[in-house]
């Protein structure tokens, strides 16, 4: 199965500090993105990294993608209490669908 | 900033009952998508749509499912004869590409009772 798998599935921490989460996956890929999810609510789309890609930032966000290893990490700096959330990586292989992850649940306490 | 806008945001159905799930994606976007969520489970794939016709479409796409773009803004999902099992949240999804990121509604939370 192509889909990625998140790592840890939920995670605590305080305001300020950083959040870490994995995603691994099993099968070649076109892109992975990262995605956060608020309670009952939709999806927001964070960040896509390609394949040829290895690193990518957009604002406290940092992506990582190795391809070797199959993995990819999302960091979050200096985390707020409104980054709590779900947040599921995303893979997409030969037909460009991505397929999701169970997710991570971060809460982030102020 | 454009968003998808998905209506109704709640909808309540007799088991058997056909419903129609509408999307209105971002104007300039060429796919757009269905996915579905059973509470408390992953976000699943449903359909692809592309230049007026289903690219891809996953396992539970049966025949009960069907998608349509009847104008130039709109893209519906009706299920046929909704079961219990249909009960979930639907969201639709639209991008400017396939190597693009997707924006997603927030979703119809259909409950079939």
């Known amino acids: 199965s192509q889909q990625g798998e998140e790592d840890p599935q939920a995670l605590s921490i305080q305001e300020g500090e950083n959040a870490t989460m994995n995603c691994s996956y099993k099968?070649?890929?076109?892109?992975l993105q990262w995605y956060r999810q608020n309670s009952g609510r939709g999806l927001v789309h964070l960040i896509l990294?390609?394949?040829?890609?290895r690193e990518k930032h957009s604002g406290r966000l940092r992506v990582t993608l190795d391809t070797s290893k199959k993995s990819s990490s999302l960091l979050i700096t200096a985390s707020r209490a409104a980054d709590t959330a779900s947040y599921f990586c995303?893979?997409?292989?030969?037909?460009?669908?991505?397929?999701f992850g169970r997710g991570t649940s971060l809460i982030v306490h102020p | 900033e454009p968003e998808v806008t998905q209506t109704p945001s709640h909808q309540v159905t007799q088991m058997g009952q056909e419903v129609i799930l509408r999307c209105v994606p971002i104007?300039?976007?060429?796919?757009f998508y269905w996915y579905r969520q059973i509470l408390g489970q992953k976000v699943e794939f449903l359909v692809s749509?592309?230049?007026?016709?289903?690219?891809?479409k996953s396992e539970i796409f049966d025949d009960q499912f069907s998608v349509e773009r009847p104008d130039g803004s709109n893209f519906t999902l009706k299920i046929r004869s909704t079961k219990l099992e249909d009960s979930a949240m639907y969201f639709c999804?639209?991008?400017?590409?396939?190597?693009?990121?997707?924006?997603f509604g927030s979703g119809t939370r259909l409950t079939v009772v």
């Open positions: 995303a893979t997409s292989g030969g037909s460009y669908i991505p397929t």
């Open positions: 099968t070649s890929i076109n892109n």
């Open positions: 990294i390609r394949s040829n890609e």
């Open positions: 104007s300039n976007h060429l796919y």
């Open positions: 749509f592309y230049n007026n016709e289903i690219s891809e």
């Open positions: 999804a639209s991008s400017q590409g396939l190597d693009y990121g997707y924006t």
